[in-house]
Every structure is written in C-alpha cells, then in structure tokens.
C-alpha cells in the first residue's frame, strides 16, 4: 500500500456501531429517484453471480468519467460492507479477458481493500450482474455506465453535462421521429428538459469554470451565458475570475463586445472606486436648501 494516508484505517473496523454507515448507505442506494433507466438493472434479481475481483477491469475513462468517492465516503463504504455485507450487486459485461465493470467500480474498490487487509476469502469474490457478451452492445453498455451513476451518485456538474452529452448522442440517433431529444433525456433522468438543454449548452464551457459552478461562484444560467463566449475570451475571464464581477445582466451584454479588453473592463470589480467614495452628512439651515442644492447639483456635473 502507498506510504501517503492509509486508505484503511483498521481501528475503524473495532467495535463498529451499529450507525451510520450502513444507515447512509441503505439511504443512498434505496432512495427513490424520477430517473429512470431503460435497462430495468434488477439488482434483487436471482441470477446473481460470485465473480473473482482479479478478473474485473475497469470500463475505460472515456466511459467512465466519474470521480472516486471521497476517501471519508470510500472508508463508510468499507465498514458497511464489513458489517453488512454488500447490500447491491456490481454489474459487469463479460469480455473475452474478463468482465468490464459498469457498475460498481467503489465497490470492487472496496472488496479488493478488505481482502488485502483481512486476506478473507470472502472478499475474493464479488456478488455481480453478468451481461453476457452478446446480451448489449458498446452503446448499450456505456449508458448502463450512466445511468447508474445518474441515479446513485452525488454527481459534480461537468459530471452532470457529460452524462447528459454521451445520452444525447445515442439518443439522438435512436429516436423516432417527432420525438424531441431532450425531452427524452429529460424523463429518463427526471430532470425539466430546459435543464437538459442548459447542460447541453454546457459543451462548450471551459472546464475551469465547472469548479465555480460547484463552488457556488457562478451558477447554471451565468454558466450558459460564460459558454456563448470565444474560447479564448473565456481563458482570460477564467485567469482573472477574483476580479470579476460575475453578473447575469453584466454577461449578457460582455456578448455586445467584440474586445477582450472591453468585456473585461465590463466585468472587472470596481473596488478602488469604491474605496474611495465616503459618506458626507452636512446640517444647513431650512431656507439655505435650494441654494445648496443648486450648487451641489451644478458640482456633479463636473466629477
């Protein structure tokens, strides 16, 4: 194992209580979702098979683009296997070296971390869903991918507009006509077809704005907005985002500019102006008003 952090921690398997992690996670992989998957996974089914974790590989990256659990969820995730056993099994497509995990790449994760612990044999095996090689294809199975991730994961929102984007295009070329594509997508994944569409435009996006979406910084409709921009324009608002004023209105005119320059200047926080300006209270007699005003007004005109 790395000599960074251990990713087991063995004292956490001490007395484990009988909380929480099988709690969150019986909360997660039960919950009720509107998404729904075309593939009818029925992961209570009977034909469940026991399959050595030396023969699983990983799907490739372009398929799963998905991030790891966090280390905090990856060690819940043990311990509730530890205890619990595993409540939902993988789903794997047999090739001809082995099977290609679509489903479950954290739990096989986890199985081969408890067996090189503990060394029970137990853990060699993982309960699986085998499709058989003939029983889907490469598109069929690449959105088995997503859709089971759509519906169990806490997704990021690059994640989000990927599933969406790989679902277009299969969709898209499946659909009859009159469909609508995003329509489509919208009901299997339980979500507004205007959301669908948002995400779509997301394409073009630079990634570095995906972390700002996540952050909170910026959200989907200023995204869409920063999207519309050149790529290059949105580089430079990318390099200077802490001294952007990032503003929906403020965005949807920096696409009148045809100038970097002149949309940065649009956007840019002006603090040092602001800095600047302070606060006067000044007591005048009732019958001096106009008079005073008359000259405060005539100042103005020349700041």
Request: glycine residues 2%.
């Given at each position: 194992?790395?000599?960074?952090?251990?990713?087991?921690?063995?004292?956490?398997?001490?007395?484990?209580?009988?909380?929480?992690?099988?709690?969150?996670?019986?909360?997660?992989?039960?919950?009720?979702?509107?998404?729904?998957?075309?593939?009818?996974?029925?992961?209570?089914?009977?034909?469940?098979?026991?399959?050595?974790?030396?023969?699983?590989?990983?799907?490739?990256?372009?398929?799963?683009?998905?991030?790891?659990?966090?280390?905090?969820?990856?060690?819940?995730?043990?311990?509730?296997?530890?205890?619990?056993?595993?409540?939902?099994?993988?789903?794997?497509?047999?090739?001809?070296?082995?099977?290609?995990?679509?489903?479950?790449?954290?739990?096989?994760?986890?199985?081969?971390?408890?067996?090189?612990?503990?060394?029970?044999?137990?853990?060699?095996?993982?309960?699986?869903?085998?499709?058989?090689?003939?029983?889907?294809?490469?598109?069929?199975?690449?959105?088995?991918?997503?859709?089971?991730?759509?519906?169990?994961?806490?997704?990021?929102?690059?994640?989000?507009?990927?599933?969406?984007?790989?679902?277009?295009?299969?969709?898209?070329?499946?659909?009859?006509?009159?469909?609508?594509?995003?329509?489509?997508?919208?009901?299997?994944?339980?979500?507004?077809?205007?959301?669908?569409?948002?995400?779509?435009?997301?394409?073009?996006?630079?990634?570095?704005?995906?972390?700002?979406?996540?952050?909170?910084?910026?959200?989907?409709?200023?995204?869409?907005?920063?999207?519309?921009?050149?790529?290059?324009?949105?580089?430079?608002?990318?390099?200077?985002?802490?001294?952007?004023?990032?503003?929906?209105?403020?965005?949807?005119?920096?696409s009148e500019f045809n100038k970097d320059e002149e949309i940065l200047e649009l956007l840019r926080k002006?603090?040092?102006?602001?800095?600047?300006?302070?606060?006067?209270?000044?007591?005048?007699?009732?019958?001096?008003?106009?008079?005073?005003?008359?000259?405060?007004?005539?100042?103005?005109?020349?700041?």
């Open positions: 194992m790395s000599t960074k952090k251990s990713i087991i921690n063995k004292d956490r398997f001490k007395n484990l209580s009988g909380m929480s992690a099988f709690d969150k996670e019986k909360r997660q992989e039960n919950r009720k979702e509107n998404a729904k998957s075309r593939f009818d996974i029925d992961v209570f089914s009977n034909d469940i098979s026991q399959i050595d974790i030396n023969k699983l590989i990983s799907a490739p990256s372009e398929w799963n683009f998905y991030s790891k659990l966090p280390e905090e969820k990856f060690l819940e995730l043990i311990e509730s296997i530890e205890k619990n056993s595993l409540l939902h099994p993988v789903v794997l497509w047999e090739k001809n070296d082995g099977y290609m995990i679509l489903s479950g790449h954290n739990r096989v994760r986890a199985y081969k971390a408890l067996y090189e612990m503990t060394k029970d044999e137990k853990y060699s095996k993982i309960p699986a869903i085998v499709k058989r090689k003939d029983d889907i294809d490469e598109n069929t199975a690449r959105e088995i991918i997503v859709d089971t991730n759509w519906i169990q994961r806490q997704l990021t929102t690059y994640e989000k507009t990927q599933s969406i984007l790989q679902k277009y295009v299969r969709i898209k070329s499946e659909k009859k006509k009159g469909e609508k594509t995003r329509d489509l997508i919208a009901n299997q994944l339980g979500i507004s077809g205007r959301m669908v569409q948002n995400y779509l435009s997301l394409n073009m996006l630079n990634s570095g704005f995906f972390e700002l979406i996540d952050e909170s910084v910026i959200n989907i409709k200023m995204a869409v907005l920063l999207a519309k921009l050149p790529e290059e324009t949105q580089k430079l608002i990318l390099k200077n985002k802490d001294d952007i004023n990032f503003d929906v209105n403020l965005l949807k005119k920096a002006d603090e040092k102006k602001e800095d600047e300006l302070i606060t006067l209270k000044v007591k005048i007699r009732k019958d001096k008003k106009e008079e005073f005003m008359k000259i405060y007004r005539d100042w103005l005109k020349t700041v």
